[in-house]
T-cell receptor, first 115, second 107 residues
Framework: GAVVSQHPSWVICKSGTSVKIECRSL??????MFWYRQFPKQSLMLMAT?????????EQGVEKDKFLINHASLTLSTLTVTSAHPEDSSFYIC???????????FGPGTRLLVL | KNEVEQSPQNLTAQEGEFITINCSYS?????LHWLQQHPGGGIVSLFM???GKKKHGRLIATINIQEKHSSLHITASHPRDSAVYIC?????????FGAGTRLTVKP
């Protein structure tokens, strides 16, 4: 089946630093990639949707200048948390869709802890 | 705005029991996903359905478009089924997630 990887799987950083998370579709081309955030004991929250070569569409309440998304190729999207603060500590998950339909394949997630 | 509600929030069952998790949504959608999230956080898409019923092994998912309701059933439940099950509605690129159902299956 389709595989999506994320790197790193976990990261600890100091407050004020920027953290980049990569999401790759390993065996298919992803027309669309999605970024989600999940706080402990809560459900997933969609942060943004990105299509290759165009600007990401952010959900209401998600700061686009803080969460920079780059979908530079059909197999790679990156999420950069700029000037991270402790409240950004969360579990970040990406998913990738091979076409315009609704099928999505999820990455394993990245745990971010900002000290 | 589409609201997605799941029930129950928590469910504990004995191995072998038949499990049902329910999901309701408030507006028309193009598809509904059932996701499984294991304790480590990894998410697996179990089903995507827009009508009728789908079956995969011991898992069955049904959807009633008119009633805006979907159910996930697990037959002959097993401790390895213990996970959080999340339903998500999908319309264009807009996804809305239920709060999840935490299932614990005891041996």
């Amino acid at each position: 089946g389709a595989v999506v990887s994320q790197h790193p799987s976990w990261v600890i950083c100091k407050s004020g630093t920027s953290v980049k998370i990569e999401c790759r579709s390993l065996d298919f081309q992803a027309t669309t990639m999605f970024w989600y955030r999940q706080f402990p004991k809560q459900s997933l929250m969609l942060m943004a949707t990105s299509n290759e070569g165009s600007k990401a569409t952010y959900e209401q309440g998600v700061e686009k200048d803080k969460f920079l998304i780059n979908h530079a190729s059909l197999t790679l999207s990156t999420l950069t948390v700029t000037s991270a603060h402790p409240e950004d500590s969360s579990f970040y998950i990406c998913s990738a869709a091979p076409g315009s339909g609704e099928t999505q394949y999820f990455g394993p997630g990245t745990r971010l802890l900002v000290l | 705005k589409n609201e997605v509600e799941q029930s129950p929030q928590n469910l504990t069952a004995q191995e072998g029991e038949f499990i049902t998790i329910n999901c309701s949504y408030s507006v028309g959608i193009s598809a509904l996903h059932w996701l499984q999230q294991h304790p480590g956080g990894g998410i697996v898409s179990l089903f995507m359905l827009s009508s009728g019923k789908k079956k995969h092994g011991r898992l069955i998912a049904t959807i009633n478009i008119q009633e805006k309701h979907s159910s996930l059933h697990i037959t002959a439940s097993h401790p390895r089924d213990s996970a959080v099950y999340i339903c998500a509605s999908f319309l264009s690129n807009d996804m809305r997630f239920g709060a999840g159902t935490r299932l614990t299956v005891k041996p």
